[in-house]
């Protein structure tokens, strides 16, 4: 930025509704010019929105799915052909929806790009995500119905099938991010889901290449995971589990250092494959790469853990922690998201996610 972009910008944050023409008048420039100077600062991402609101310092930007999250949990063992006593709950979901609501109750600041339906479900989303995240960016669609997810469960909490109605996703187009990219482009990370079509992944991983954006993927399921592009350069974090590791890379099944190696050869950066209460498996393109083990921890429910892992890892890397301090803060959170029946843990907080990290791992860090 040239010494006047610095004074305007200034000008800008102490009046967000200050005009062109008084903006004019202290730049001692014409009003076409200042026009000029708010036209470049915007595309560069340090204008966004009206009343030339500013970018927010250390912002999250969430990218893909949201939808009503049912869940149906076996009273016993399933029996097939016949009725099964279950218990059914609903709650908020999908990943970046998730993964945003998550942050938001770290006292992160988050925002979500999706889109909903004109319906009581997509009222209700919004209503239920606004007090974590930013939904501003929301687009509704008319005559097409909000997404839903229903989880069956064994009578463990674990999951044997999960059903999934998210057409409303294809709706989303390049033109809905080409419209929101000032407010993506002045985040400090974007985490993007898979939930949407694969020209949309592919242009957001090209443009978070290009302006240098740090971009993390999660996503979403095997199936969804081949939507995204052949060249994942761009990718400063890829964020998945073994079955849509093996799914994407064709590795030898459990094959992690193959499957990683061929994700990073594919442009990637970082690349963490989640194991459930193995932990986690990660390699860097530096050629660093390694096993954390899970602590062992009373779970409940399994839903909502690899969401709540990508929450507390970009938390982590957001507050400046180091990857491996990042990955431990996001196992951390998960403990507390699978020792609960909820999606995301209404009980999350910084000062819990502090205190799991401290019993579980300060120590390890101690020891080094």
């Not at 978070?208 to 999660?218: D, F, K």
Request: one cysteine or more; a negative charge.
């Amino acid at each position: 930025m040239n010494e006047k972009e610095k004074l305007l910008l200034e000008l800008v944050r102490k009046n967000p509704y200050i005009s062109q023409n008084e903006l004019a008048d202290a730049l001692q420039l014409s009003r076409s010019a200042v026009a000029g100077y708010i036209s470049s600062l915007t595309k560069k991402g340090k204008i966004i929105g009206r009343a030339y609101v500013l970018p927010d310092n250390g912002r999250i930007t969430c990218i893909g799915g949201a939808n009503v999250d049912r869940k149906s949990q076996l009273k016993s063992s399933l029996q097939y052909g016949t009725s099964n006593p279950v218990t059914v709950s609903q709650t908020c979901g999908g990943v970046a929806r998730n993964i945003a609501e998550n942050l938001g109750r770290l006292d992160a600041a988050a925002s979500l790009l999706t889109v909903v339906g004109n319906d009581q479900e997509g009222e209700w989303l919004l209503e239920m995500t606004q007090p974590y995240a930013n939904t501003s960016q929301t687009m509704r669609i008319p005559q097409m119905n909000t997404g839903t997810y229903t989880a069956v469960l064994n009578d463990k909490g674990e999951m044997l099938l999960a059903l999934s109605d998210m057409e409303i996703c294809e709706a989303a187009d390049q033109a809905f991010i080409d419209k929101h990219w000032n407010h993506i482009a002045s985040s400090s990370i974007v985490l993007l889901d898979t939930n949407f079509p694969d020209d949309v992944l592919k242009m957001v991983i090209e443009r978070c290449n290009q302006e240098n954006i740090p971009l993390c993927i999660a996503p979403v399921s095997a199936p969804k995971i081949k939507k995204l592009p052949a060249d994942l350069s761009g990718i400063t974090w890829f964020i998945v589990n073994v079955d849509e590791a093996m799914a994407l890379t064709g590795a030898a099944s459990g094959n992690l250092r193959e499957a990683s190696g061929r994700i990073i050869d594919r442009g990637v950066k970082n690349v963490i494959i989640t194991r459930g209460e193995k932990g986690i498996f990660y390699k860097t393109e530096r050629g660093e790469e390694g096993a954390i083990p899970a602590p062992k921890t009373n779970v409940v429910d399994v839903t909502g853990a690899g969401d709540s892992f990508i929450s507390g890892f970009l938390y982590g890397m957001n507050k400046g922690a180091s990857f491996k301090e990042a990955c431990k803060t996001g196992m951390a959170c998960s403990m507390i998201t699978l020792q609960t029946k909820e999606t995301v843990h209404t009980k999350l907080h910084v000062d819990v996610l502090d205190d799991t990290y401290n019993r579980f791992f300060a120590e390890e860090e101690t020891e080094k």
